[in-house]
């Protein structure tokens, strides 16, 4: 047998530098997690690997929320929750409503008209939420099968009010589906309460767990939707009736579905226990302190924040206007570069305006938060000498 030659970019070691994950995800993960990895990798059917699924079961349930039996998780990353809920809820021509003011609900957008839906888009600014008279007035005019709207969204930094969305929803014989990737663990969230049918979060976000898989939970109206279906889901591998029976979630006997990353489940449980283990109050409470002292922080350099009002902020995720002149990557580069710090740029309605920074995983700290101002101060001065910042006693902003 005659073979071409390894290729010469495998013949070192793997060498991975340690980096302070302060951008909008992925987010650090504890050596916990990171241990949880190493272990055996197991196949679908071991009885070990059971028990870990319904463990992590239980734990999803503690941090949507909800009493779900639909609830489990898709391999893949949080791209795959938006693509299965709009994949199983909707059938061609169901008209789905999607609140529109950030670039997640433009992917929404995209993967609901590739499943041939009639989409319908209540549009907003990127900076302020919708209230519940915009939802209500868009839902009487269109009467959608499904309200798609992001709770928390990671390329502005806004926090959707969500309470009271889902009642107005089931009056018009709506669903509820929230992206809540960047703000669960972060932000109160009660799936059961806000008569939420869909929901869906990023393992590599607040939760501090590596990417790769997605936790997702559904209502049993949902279910009862997606069971009454015309036609099956266009798509085998997000088919949440197939999926679902492996994660036992309902009374049938479990099937193989596909192969599922053991290892990556097993990362996830150890994340949400260390919340069980703190408790989702306390968890919550000290990220939004976090958020308070990186909004003190920035406020005395004389920086802004995208979202202007602080109760429509979210707490895992801040954008920071970039000032007149300054340009954000160099900041960035040397911050990376000199401090191993992530400072992240802008994306979708904050690229090339604002950085994205980030209070997730285990740099959900005060002293992680006041080394990013210390760092991001430091880089701007490195890379603008001549930058001039705002202090406490009114100096003025600017270049010399």
């Known amino acids: 047998m005659k073979f071409t030659p390894p290729p010469n970019s495998l013949r070192g070691p793997l060498v991975i530098p340690d980096k302070i994950m302060m951008g909008p995800g992925p987010s650090n993960c504890s050596k916990r997690v990171l241990a949880a ?11 070990e690997l059971f028990q870990v699924i319904d463990e992590v079961k239980d734990g999803l349930r503690y941090i949507f929320q909800t009493e779900n039996r639909t609830t489990m998780c898709i391999t893949g990353s949080a791209h795959t929750g938006m693509e299965a809920l709009l994949c199983n809820l909707l059938e061609e021509g169901d008209i789905v409503l999607i609140a529109n003011n950030g670039i997640w609900a433009e992917r929404a957008i995209n993967m609901a008209t590739r499943y041939g839906a009639d989409v319908r888009v209540l549009a907003g600014p990127a900076d302020r939420p919708f209230s519940m008279t915009d939802f209500k007035k868009a839902i009487e005019q269109h ?4 309200l798609f709207v992001v709770h928390g969204d990671s390329s502005s930094g806004l926090l959707q009010p969500l309470e009271g969305l889902g009642k107005i929803c089931h009056d018009y014989d709506c669903l509820l589906l929230v992206d809540a990737v960047a703000s669960l663990c972060g932000v109160p969230f009660y799936m059961d309460k806000w008569e939420i049918d869909g929901a869906y979060t990023g393992s590599q976000k607040v939760l501090g767990a590596p990417p790769g898989i997605t936790p997702i939970s559904i209502s049993p109206k949902a279910l009862e939707v997606i069971r009454s279906r015309k036609t099956p889901s266009k798509v085998f591998y997000w088919d949440l009736l197939v999926l679902g ?6 009374d049938e006997q479990k099937r193989y579905h596909h192969t599922v990353p053991s290892n990556l489940i097993f990362a996830l449980r150890e994340a949400i226990a260390q919340v069980a283990d703190e408790g989702l109050e306390a968890v919550i409470r000290r990220r939004q302190e976090c958020a308070e002292q990186m909004y003190r922080g920035l ?10 009002e602080p109760k429509h902020r979210l707490p895992t995720v801040t954008c920071i206007m970039i000032p007149k002149d300054v340009n954000w990557w160099k ?3 040397y911050a990376m570069n000199n401090f191993s710090l992530e400072i992240q740029g802008g994306f979708g309605p904050t ?5 994205r920074a980030g209070i997730m995983g285990e740099s959900s700290t005060l002293q992680r938060v006041n080394f ?12 603008h000498p001549d930058y001039i910042f705002v202090e406490r006693n009114g100096h003025t902003n600017g270049m010399k």
């Not at 990895?37 to 071991?46: K, M």
């Not at 009467?143 to 499904?146: G, H, I, S």
């Not at 690229?351 to 950085?355: Q, R, S, T």
């Not at 990013?372 to 890379?383: D, Q």
């Open 299 to 308: 406020q005395a350099m004389g920086l802004e924040v995208f979202v202007k």
């Open 351 to 355: 690229m090339g305006i604002a950085w």
């Open 372 to 383: 990013y101002l210390y760092v991001f101060k430091e880089s701007l001065k490195a890379t």
């Open 37 to 47: 990895l190493n272990n055996t990798c197991l196949s679908n059917f071991h009885d």
């Open 331 to 333: 900041v960035s580069e």
């Open 245 to 250: 029976n492996y994660w036992g979630c309902y």
């Open 143 to 146: 009467r959608p099968k499904c």
